[in-house]
């Protein structure tokens, strides 16, 4: 609403800087380029909000906006999954591995904090485990594409509960997610004190999307 809004009041600036009169035309000449500079910041101003906005929506599609709590943490799902099972959550971080299973493509993910942005952060050291994430409806096209480390993903997911996965030489149980939504981030693109970058993600069921921002420092 807000970007339409600025390009209607482009439009009346224009109308109203164009419009020549008899007395001074001199006068209508300045009028005129005063409205075009206002009318290209007003242009500018409106890609700058579209593109922060995009960010945030595609992170999260419109499919899902109203039904991810945001306010369920890793830690909630981790100390009582039983508690949270069939809710929509975020969750992101490093990819340990990913493997094509009969149903599905399993994915092991270190947890990392996200920033306001969604898009993790490079506080490795604050993570509190890890969670598996179960992709069955095809999202992700091929397992290779995670072959890189410095892939980091931002998911949303439905609690399905806990599974067990092996640690060094130890059994563990951890959240399992069941995928919704995902988008990959090239952490060279992304991580703190690139200035500027175009961070990307793909999320693989809708294709390429662009990502402009910055990312945050706690």
């Not at 007003?42 to 579209?50: A, E, G, P, Q, R």
């Not at 909630?76 to 493997?99: F, Y």
């Not at 990392?112 to 898009?119: A, G, Q, R, Y």
Request: proline residues 6%; glycine residues 10%.
């Amino acid at each position: 609403m807000g970007i339409r809004w600025l390009l209607r009041l482009a439009l009346l600036l224009v109308s109203a800087g164009v419009a020549p009169t008899r007395q001074n035309p001199k006068s209508d000449e300045r009028k005129g380029r005063y409205a075009m500079n206002m009318v290209l910041m007003i242009v500018m101003s409106s890609v700058v909000l579209l593109a922060a906005g995009c960010n945030r929506t595609d992170v999260i599609p419109e499919r899902l906006e109203g039904k991810v709590d945001r306010d369920l943490r890793y830690a909630d799902i981790k100390n009582n999954p039983e508690a949270h099972k069939g809710k929509l959550m975020l969750a992101g971080g490093k990819v340990l591995s990913a493997k094509r299973m009969q149903d599905g493509t399993l994915i092991e993910v270190l947890q990392i904090p996200l920033s306001e942005d969604l898009i993790p952060t490079d506080r490795e050291t604050e993570s509190k485990g890890r969670f598996v994430v179960i992709d069955r409806g095809g999202q992700v096209a091929d397992p290779a594409i995670f072959d890189d480390e410095k892939k980091r993903i931002t998911v949303v997911g439905e609690v399905l509960g806990t599974t067990t996965i092996k640690l060094d030489e130890v059994q563990q149980q951890v959240p399992q997610l069941a995928l919704k939504h995902i988008t990959v981030w090239d952490w060279d693109r992304v991580k703190p004190g690139y200035r500027p970058y175009y961070g990307y993600g793909y999320p693989y069921a809708w294709g390429y999307r662009g990502y402009y921002g910055y990312p945050l420092y706690w």
